[in-house]
Each structure stands twice: as structure tokens, then as C-alpha cells.
């Protein structure tokens, strides 16, 4: 895991061996017969439930109390009973976030995309401008996309206003989410859209704003925005 993070180049084989190795949870020691109930704990930035598991049984010891049990699995097992769940790998160390999003796609046998989120202007420094008619492949995904992330208010399609220099030009997905929301929507709209940008050869930057924000861009048309029936995901925690 270490050398993952410092190595991108090596993330894949972390995570390929972390579907068949052993991992270790806490779940309640006085639960009904057949019942599992994994515990959670509120993220202390984002106030989001997170699902601890422990790639050895000392940390999980360490983290535990006598009303808890450990229990061993597979990776490939724990992803799959806590689908819809965000977990968090070996949280007292230096620890490794999996929202459902990237689990869904490792449970599938792929890899994790690096992804590419800009602030601001952008880490190239250049404005942007709206995007008159987005590609339907980028538009169709979104509600699916967006509507379990809480936090998730609209998203408009931008591009910068200058091409790259070989003339192509470069899009934006600009989604106005919470603070607490913003990097799993990035990492999500990373994960759920880099086949289809690998396939068109397009280029796609995720750029998160706060709703909050009197930002020029919240004057873009909106290619997605939070319907009043979507206010409750359909995804249960783990707890």
C-alpha cells in the first residue's frame, strides 16, 4: 500500500491483491444470529460514514474495544456485502479511501483511473467558457452519476476558452457540490467517465465548485440538476 502511494505506477497490483487478500473489520459482538453489522464512523471534515477495514489483525486490535468483534475476509467479499458504501483502509495510519463508485469498478476486474481535478481557473491558468451543446455521452450519465452523491447540486459543461495547441479543443465538467461531497464526485465522474473519453479521444477535466459561491460559471446552462425526488439515495449504510 506504501509504495502504491507513492508509486501510481504500482496502484494496480495493490489493488488486484487486495481483492484476494485478508482484511479485517469490526462488527457488533452482541449481533443476532445471522446478522452482520459492520461498523462506521463519521468522517471528522466531511461528516460522511466511513467503513473501516485493517490490512492486518494488530491494527484492527488496536482500533477495537471489548464490544466489538474482528472479523476476517476477503477484499473481494467485504466490497461486495458493502456495496454502496464508502470504506476507508487502515484509518489510524496513512490510510487509503474507496467510495462505491471505485469499488463497483474493481469488483468488475479494472483498474482505477488517476484522476485529474482542477480548482480555480484550472491548473493551466485559462478561463472558461460554456460549452453550447454538450456531447449526449457526457449529459446521459450524470443523474445516474450524481444522484446518489448528496451533495451534488448541478453540473454544467464548459471548455476552455483557448484549444490545446494542436487545435483540439479541452472540456470541463463543472459540478457544484458540497465541500464534504467534492472529492468523491470527482473521483466518481473520473471513474464513470474514462472509457467513453478514452474511446473519443477527448480530453475532460472535473473542476468542483461550491454551490455557495457567487461563481461566474453558476451562470452556465446546467446539463444536469438535482430533481426534488432524488433528496434520499436509495444506497443504506453500513453500521
Known amino acids: 500500500m506504501a509504495r502504491s502511494m507513492e508509486d501510481a505506477s504500482a496502484e494496480p497490483a495493490f489493488m488486484a491483491a487486495?481483492?484476494?487478500a485478508t482484511v479485517y473489520v469490526h462488527a457488533l459482538l452482541n449481533d443476532r444470529p445471522g446478522n452482520l453489522r459492520l461498523l462506521s464512523f463519521p468522517h471528522?471534515?466531511?461528516g460522511a460514514y466511513l467503513v473501516p477495514f485493517f490490512s492486518d489483525r494488530r491494527q484492527a486490535e488496536e482500533a477495537s474495544s471489548p464490544?466489538?468483534?474482528?472479523?476476517?475476509?476477503?477484499?473481494?467479499k467485504l466490497f461486495k456485502i458493502t456495496a454502496g458504501a464508502t470504506l476507508i483502509l487502515n484509518p489510524n495510519q496513512r490510510y487509503c479511501l474507496f467510495y462505491p463508485e471505485e469499488i463497483a469498478l474493481l469488483l468488475q476486474g479494472k483498474v482505477l483511473p488517476p484522476v485529474r481535478k482542477i480548482d480555480g481557473e484550472g491548473e493551466r491558468g485559462r478561463a472558461l467558457e460554456s460549452e453550447a451543446q454538450p456531447p449526449a455521452w457526457l449529459v446521459a450519465p450524470l443523474p445516474g452519476l450524481?444522484?446518489?452523491?448528496q451533495g451534488v447540486e448541478s453540473a454544467s459543461?464548459?471548455?476552455?476558452?483557448?484549444?490545446?495547441?494542436?487545435?483540439?479543443?479541452?472540456?470541463?465538467?463543472?459540478?457544484?457540490v458540497s465541500d464534504a461531497d467534492?472529492?468523491?464526485?470527482?473521483?466518481a465522474a473520473t471513474v464513470v467517465l474514462k472509457e467513453c473519453c478514452e474511446r473519443l479521444e477527448v480530453s475532460l477535466d472535473v473542476l468542483t465548485l461550491s454551490p455557495s459561491l457567487d461563481h461566474p460559471y453558476g451562470q452556465f446552462p446546467k446539463a444536469?440538476?438535482?430533481t426534488s425526488h432524488a433528496g434520499q439515495s436509495d444506497i443504506q449504510r453500513v453500521h
Open 18 to 20: 487486495l481483492l484476494d
Open 44 to 46: 471528522p471534515q466531511t
Open 67 to 76: 464490544r466489538i468483534r474482528i472479523i476476517g475476509l476477503t477484499g473481494r
Open 146 to 149: 450524481f444522484e446518489s452523491i
Open 157 to 176: 459543461v464548459g471548455r476552455y476558452a483557448k484549444s490545446d495547441s494542436d487545435g483540439t479543443s479541452h472540456l470541463v465538467l463543472i459540478v457544484f
Open 182 to 187: 467534492a472529492e468523491r464526485a470527482a473521483r
Open 224 to 226: 444536469y440538476r438535482r
